[in-house]
Every structure is written in C-alpha cells, then in structure tokens.
C-alpha cells in the first residue's frame, strides 16, 4: 500500500480526553477512531491488523474441530428470561430497545442462549456430538465505565467458541484441547511467557473456570502466580482450600497486574436444562447436553499487544500481526532513484512480503521516521540516493537500535 | 469439509412461518437459521458463501481505490441531530438505546454521518482529496415488516462507500468508475444479464439517482425496461420529462419486479455543510467537500442469487459464490473403496478445489442426492465401488441433467 495514499494520516497528539495508552498509540497512528468513550472503529491499519489476529484464532479454533458461523446482534427477551439473564439487575450490561409494535428486544453481550437454542434444531442423538462452534462476533455492552482503550470497549469483538458434549468426559477432552489452542494463540502474537492460565471463581458446575492472563498495567485483574510451578491464581479465589489443592503457598506467589485475554467456563448442563437442549444417548435416554463457552477478545487482545511492547517512539507489532511486514522508506527526490524505489516496491509486493511504500514527497525524512516508528512495522527499509548508488537498503528492526545496509537483490523472498 | 462432522443437516420442511422461498431453501439447506423476523445468523456453509460475494466486492472496490474500514453500531445522537437525521418522524428505522448515565444512542442503519464527521480529522486541503473508503458493516434497521427473507432485514450486511471529492467534476469521475465496478461485481456473481443501471429519484443536488435492479419476482420495486437501448427507469419518476430526457417512449418500455441490489448517490455538498466538512482549495479558499455514498446489499445479494438460480430441487450456486466448487458424494461400502474416496477428497483439496466430501455412512445414495441437489454446490463427483472398477467418477454439474464418467486421473486441477 502507498502511504501517499493512505487517507489516515500520523498524529504527534492523541486527542483530549483519552486516556488510555494503547487507544492513545492507535488513534496516533490511524489504527482506530474514537467514536465515543469505548466505541472505536477500525481504520485500513487497525482493519489488518484484527484480520490477522482473528486469522490466527481462526487457524487455531479449525484445528481443534471448529466450525465458525455467525449468529445476530438482535436478541429475543423470550430466551433469555428462560436462564435468567435478561433482567438488568442480573446482568447490568444490556443495551435493549424494541420493535415498532412494542417487542421487547436485546443487543448481544454474550451468545450462549441464541446458540444454545439453535441447536435444538442440529442436535438429538449422542451421533450428533460434539459439536464446536465459533464466531467473531460484534458484542455490545453497555459499561458504566469505558477508560481502558479498545482494552475494554462498549462495543468490541470477541471470537466466542461454544462446545456441546454428551458427558463431563467428552466435555473435558475439549476444554483441555482448548487451553492448548489458546496457549497457541498467545504464544503466535506473542504473549505466550506474559500469558498464564489462571484459576478463577466457578459456577455452579465446577470449582473453578480458567482464565487466560496477560502481565500488564493497563489490565484491571490483579493474579498471583509461580513462573516456575506455572500456577496462577486470581486473587478472587486466593484462600487456604484453592493453595492446598494447588500444592502452593502463598509465599511462594508474586501478585501482579494483568488483563484477562482469554476465558473459559463449563457450564455443565445448567443452561441446555434451562433452555431444554436435550440428546438421546445410546440406550434410548434422554439426557441434558454439556455445555462450554471459551472467549478470547479480539480487539482487547490487540490493545494488550500494544500495551506490552510499544516503546517510547511508538508501537511495536510483533511480525505475526503487523499490518504489513515491511516499511519500505523512498528518501529519493532524483526521477531515476524514484523509479528504483517504485521497482524495489513493486518486486517486494510481487515476491509476496507485505509492504507499505513510504513514497510521500512533501514529507522530511525525520517526519518519516518519527511516524515510521509511531507505526510499528516490524522491519524498515529505507532507500535514497546514498543507498543506491551502493545497491543497498538501509535496513532496520524496529526492535532495533542499529540499521545495516543490506543488498537489494538478496531482500526479496 | 466433511459432510458427517458440519452439525447442519438438511431438512425436508422450511419452519412454519418463514414464507420467502430464498429463506425457505437456505434454512433447509442449513445456510442460514432464522432467529426472529428480519434477523437470520449465517451457519458455516452460509458464512463461506457470504465471504466469497464480500471478497468479490472487497477485489472490485480496492480496484478502484477504496481503502476498508469498520465503523461503529453505535452511534452518537448529536451527530445525526446536525443534519436532521434522528427523529423518528425523518427516519423510521432507528432502534435507540442509552448508557447508564441517561445518553441516548442509536445502532448504525446508515454511516454517512459517522463517516463524515471523522473525516474532519483527515481532510484539510485539496491535496488530501480524492478519498475512498468501504466497509462490510452489520447494519440494523427497525423495518415495519420483514418478509422477504434474507432480502429485507433487520440485521444485514452491506457494502457501503464513501467518496469525498474536491467538486462535481472529481466526484463525478468516481461515481461513473463505481457504476462499472458496481456492473462487474453483478457479472462475477452471475446476475449480469438481469441487473440494470436504473434511474431512481436524486436529492437536492441532481435529479436522478442510480439504482442497481435485479429483475426477480421476489422484488419490491417496479421498473420499466428497455433491454436494446440498456435504459431502465424506476416507476417512481417514469413522467414525460424523465422519457424525454433519456430519449425513450413509454411503449419501448417493459414493466418488470426487480430488487434494488445496489444503489449511488450524489450527496453534492448538502452533508458536508451540515457537518462541517472543508478543505482549503488551491487559492486558499474554504470549500465543502463533495460527498458519495454507494451501498451493495450482501446479504441481499445472497438472497437474490438463491431467488434467481434456484430450481423445484434447491440452490444452484454460480461458481463464483458457492461455498465449495465440488460435492465429492461417497457411496462406498467396503473399506478398500472408503480408503480411495477418502484418497480423492485428500488428492482434491491438495490440488485447491474446495470439496465438501459427503463421507457420511448412515445416508442412503437418494438422501444425499436429493440434499446435494439442495446445497446446490456447482459440482457433485460420485465415488462408489463401481465407478472405482473404472477408476473412474461420476460427474455432474448442478444446472444440467445428464451425468458423465470421469478419470479420476484427470479430475485435479
């Protein structure tokens, strides 16, 4: 992509008001737009940089057997009376408003009881599970607070996975499956050694839920953890009978800041019985379906990403989801250099590497960099009259102090 | 993807209650799943079909400059109140919400004026124009009825483009490269020859608009036609001024039921006044920026595609659009026989095409003709013992009656 092009333009300030350090970086940059207070569009940028993360879940939730669909920001209050979440008193995030003859409807903040409820019509015999399915899904929820970025926004996406399962074994063997997949994910955009599985508070079904939480100051979750014993407790569940059972101390703990990126949760078959999800097992029994939800946020992921490796000069994108792989610099103002340029530009491009061209004109070369840094992509160009008279790049990582001179001809992959 | 692990099944029946043929059939099929009036969620096979027609739009915009973008469903009062947009009695299709601190919000129908309004951010002067940007966005419409199946929502998805241009001339240019775009989308998705360029009524800043139709019954406009002369006239201003301006008779003209699949707009500077949209000209003159705003209905599309090509036995999918090109339908019984199908699926998906491999075993050959023929997937390959003798497969396309022997050999492409 031509940067001369690129209608979003670099900012030195992030506007007044926003006070979050990853939607600082971002509106900055022109990942994103503040719209409201957590309620940011994505721009060509920030779009590609969620098109990768999402891809990367994508790859990781078809590997373990799931199938992705896309279920409805409307909500029916019908279905969600029959578990009990449709009263703002027991879930105080409802955005609700109603049809031009009166009905009563929601905005999704969660989807396992439209999900639930659609699979009475896919599922009736033990043949039929498990089943996997997963979405990347627009939630909307109405915060009382909205102060951490795209960290925790009004409106946001999360790619949401729901399993149904004939028993706690067969339910077990894909939870476990699950927090493999994810581990995979974090590690992939690169949180893995910042990213624990977390003990957190249960539900009616299980002891606990596990929580998947990234060390960072911008997080709101405070967690105790042992980087050797790999144990991480949420202060919530912090108690003699959690330590026991985990064979840990607490001296032996160091509590730290951190964001929840990812969440799990075994709902047993509490919710199919409320909704009536039921299943034949092979002795002709009719038998409630398990049930378990697996969440990662998408753009709070995106924000953790920010918030754990930009620098004082900017962002800094790990490879796997920068928007593009090279920032390629034209420091060129002679025709012929810039027609060099445009050749190294287009081969790049041809030869597969993900390129934003730097080809603005009106533009000095320390504005060039100061933005070039702000954006984040991982590995600089830069190519000037200097460079190419030795048929050279100047090359450097934006993880980097130092830059090399690399030959042109040895850059395309 | 394998038949016997995708949680739809096909059905016989369409839910009672759902009375347009496209939702009919896409419910059947296991495409789509209606989750009240107006609001269907798109199940995996309908997913892949929706990505291919928004990957064919994507291809056609960036061709033309377009740079993606996601706005936001949520949507300030204040904003549409600029240019007399939020009243119910100026737009009757809002649903509105509030925070909890009493802010009345709505949900996007429409993003001229979120759009608009961050562009103050971006454009300043000439040299910052032209600027092109698109979104797939999940619009939510409160309609009065919603009977049209996929083709009228409540909540769907839409193409729409924005143009901003220094003047007429500028703008015009753009609008005119849209036209065509517009065109070879509908001829990538098979509708070509049934959709017209249709006049339709234009705003304060020109007398027509333009309409994209498709002639369908399952349409709600009319439209008079003329195929030789490529001239088609939304009934809504077909007068002798509009006839004599277009250089055609009322008789040359035919009535036909179209749905609008497209439609352009020349919002001139009407909005950009209202909202506060300048630039600085070449002579230092403060000046409104030309606005356009072009919308392609994707789910609407979807729902037109299934209307215009489908037959007494289901969907046929154009190629272009359908969620796999081939249906590998297995008929074998014996595991050396299951061990080469599976082979074929294997060899196939090696060589690119995207198979669904029918590989169930508690299926009769007449079910899985009868449901093949309902998917409507382009191509249907059957594997069985005796077509293996003669290492060959049975093929036949989905518009045609007549099946043919294939070499295995020659079927990878």
Wanted: aromatic share 10%.
């Amino acid at each position: 992509m031509r940067q001369s092009l690129l209608f979003t333009k670099a900012r030195k300030e992030a506007p007044a008001g926003e006070v979050a350090f990853n939607a600082q970086l971002l509106i900055r940059a022109g990942y994103i737009y503040k719209e409201m207070a957590g309620v940011y569009a994505y721009l060509p940028l920030g779009i590609r940089v969620l098109e990768k993360i999402k891809q990367i879940v994508r790859e990781e939730m078809d590997a373990i057997g799931g199938q992705e669909l896309i279920m409805t920001a409307l909500q029916r209050k019908e279905l969600w009376e029959q578990t009990d979440r449709w009263d703002d008193e027991k879930v105080d995030v409802w955005f609700k408003s109603s049809l031009k003859n009166g009905v009563e409807l929601g905005f999704g903040w969660s989807h396992e009881e439209p999900i639930t409820e659609m699979m009475k019509h896919y599922i009736s015999s033990y043949k039929d599970l498990p089943i996997y399915v997963y979405q990347f899904q627009t939630k909307l929820r109405n915060e009382l607070r909205a102060k951490s970025g795209i960290m925790r926004g009004r409106e946001f996406v999360m790619k949401d996975m729901y399993s149904y399962a004939t028993d706690e074994q067969q339910h077990e063997a894909f939870y476990n499956g699950v927090i493999e997949a994810y581990m995979r994910v974090f590690e992939r955009v690169g949180l893995k050694d910042d990213t624990f599985v977390t003990f957190a508070s249960g539900g009616a079904f299980t002891q606990f839920s596990h929580e998947f939480q990234t060390i960072t100051d911008a997080g709101e979750d405070m967690i105790y953890i042992n980087r050797e014993k790999n144990i991480a407790i949420n202060e919530e569940v912090l108690n003699e009978e959690t330590l026991n059972d985990l064979g840990v101390t607490k001296e032996e703990l160091t509590l730290v800041k951190t964001a929840e990126v990812g969440n799990i949760f075994n709902f047993g078959t509490l919710k199919t019985e409320q909704l009536g999800l039921n299943y034949v097992d092979n002795t002709g029994k009719n038998i409630p379906v398990h049930l378990g939800s697996y969440g990662i946020g998408i753009t709070r992921l995106m924000g953790v990403i920010v918030e754990r490796f930009a620098d004082e000069k900017g962002i800094v994108w790990p490879e796997s989801v920068a928007p593009f792989q090279v920032h390629l610099i034209s420091l060129c103002r002679e025709e012929n250099d810039k027609k060099q340029a445009e050749e190294i530009y287009q081969k790049l491009k041809a030869s597969g590497v993900e390129v934003l061209f730097d080809d603005r004109e009106d533009v000095s070369a320390g504005q060039k960099f100061a933005e070039s840094d702000l954006l984040g992509i991982p590995k600089r160009y830069i190519v000037s009259q200097k460079t190419l008279e030795n048929e050279t790049l100047e090359m450097k990582l934006r993880t980097k102090d130092e830059a090399e001179f690399v030959k042109i001809e040895n850059i395309y992959v």
